[in-house]
């Protein structure tokens, strides 16, 4: 992230990459398909950050989700230009399913066990899987990342929040 924070994302490339993690070219590539790959990579880290922060939130279930989205977007947001362009290169892989759901596993761990928490706390419905409302976040999530990524103005900041909100509370009034 340092690299392509100091340069264009564009401009960074595996040799640099494996210059500046001092590994040879063959053992990214042994890691790594692309450069995009390490969008998984960064997912995969963040989440851990998540776990680790979400510790110190205490109350309900509800409050943890609305704190990891926020973190979520404030991550994201603070390397919004790099991350960008690492969507759009992820995006345009030729096995991007495979590749999304491995970037989402820890992810969609996460939520699964708060929302399994807050149903064993009686605060959420039973009725539904608390990996299908993980899957339904995820994907949603996925679905404002890849619109966000082609510089999209009408996606609001309040995004995460608005989904969080539709799926805890419904659309009816």
């Not at 979400?54 to 973190?71: C, H, N, P, Q």
């Not at 706390?121 to 990524?149: D, I, M, N």
Request: glycine residues 4%; aromatic residues 8%.
């Amino acid at each position: 992230m340092k690299l392509f924070a100091d340069r264009d994302y564009d401009a960074v490339t595996i040799e640099d990459i494996c210059e500046r993690a001092d590994v040879a070219k063959a053992t990214f590539f042994l890691h790594f398909p692309n450069k995009a790959a390490l969008l998984t990579e960064f997912n995969q880290r963040l989440t851990a950050s998540l776990q680790e922060r979400l510790i110190d939130v205490s109350g309900s279930a509800e409050d943890k989700l609305r704190f990891m989205v926020g973190a979520l977007v404030d991550d994201w947001e603070q390397n919004a230009e790099i991350m960008r362009k690492m969507v759009r290169e992820f995006l345009n892989q030729p096995s991007l399913p495979e590749a999304a759901t491995e970037a989402n596993e820890g992810l969609l761990d996460l939520i699964t066990n708060i929302v399994r928490e807050g149903q064993q706390a009686r605060e959420f419905r039973t009725k539904v899987a608390p990996e299908l409302v993980a899957a339904a976040l995820v994907a949603s999530w996925g679905s404002f990342v890849s619109a966000w990524s082609n510089n999209r103005d009408d996606i609001p900041k309040s995004a995460g929040e608005d989904l969080l909100d539709i799926m805890l509370n419904g659309l009816k009034t």
